[in-house]
């Protein structure tokens, strides 16, 4: 099974905000699903059953304190000029909470033999471009500073995700909740 550890957004109303968003930018590209909205803390890619179990227990070892992040800004990966991804950032101070949050989930996973594929960025993903489409620095500049509302993480989530030609389906496999 292909699984990830994240921070799921349920809120009605950064959902509503990340969705009106979608619908003023006007490029080729796949917007993501409200219901697939997550934070990548990390991906863990394809285990067993087993393994499973075993992150499961360590995730549960996990202790945070809920925190209050506020959506802000807009990029793309690797860039602008040749996006594969666009997607929202986050305040400095709510970035920051994250990254310790996947710095926790990163230090129970390694004895398990997982490790990042990459350094964390505090980001969801909004958009999938497959073909190449050019420069899109013009269509996002003026929502550079755009606020999306604040949301309070109080859980992380080991999902798995199933690959079907219309998009990823996510199912919840465990829930570590914030003390």
């Not at 087993?50 to 802000?72: A, D, G, R, Y």
């Not at 990163?106 to 594929?117: I, Q």
Request: hydrophobic fraction near 40%; glycine fraction near 6%.
């Amino acid at each position: 099974m292909r699984v990830f550890v994240a921070v799921e957004i349920s809120n009605k109303d950064i959902i509503d905000s990340i969705r009106n968003f979608q619908s003023k930018i006007t490029i080729k590209a796949k917007p993501i699903e409200p219901q697939n909205l997550h934070f990548t803390l990390q991906f863990l890619g394809e285990i067993s059953e087993e393994n499973c179990e075993k992150i499961k227990q360590n995730l549960k070892k996990i202790e945070f304190s809920s925190f209050k992040i506020n959506f802000k800004g807009v990029g793309a990966f690797p860039n602008m000029r040749s996006p594969r991804v666009i997607w929202i950032g986050v305040d400095k101070v709510g970035g920051k909470m994250l990254e310790d949050l996947a710095g926790q989930i990163k230090n129970a996973l390694k004895p398990l033999g997982f490790s990042p594929d990459k350094p964390f960025k505090s980001h969801i993903t909004i958009f999938r471009i497959k073909n190449k489409i050019g420069d899109i620095s013009k269509n996002l500049e003026k929502f550079q500073g755009y606020e999306f509302g604040s949301y309070l993480v109080s859980n992380i989530k080991l999902k798995q995700s199933v690959l079907t030609p219309k998009g990823p389906i996510y199912t919840d496999l465990e829930e570590v909740i914030a003390k």
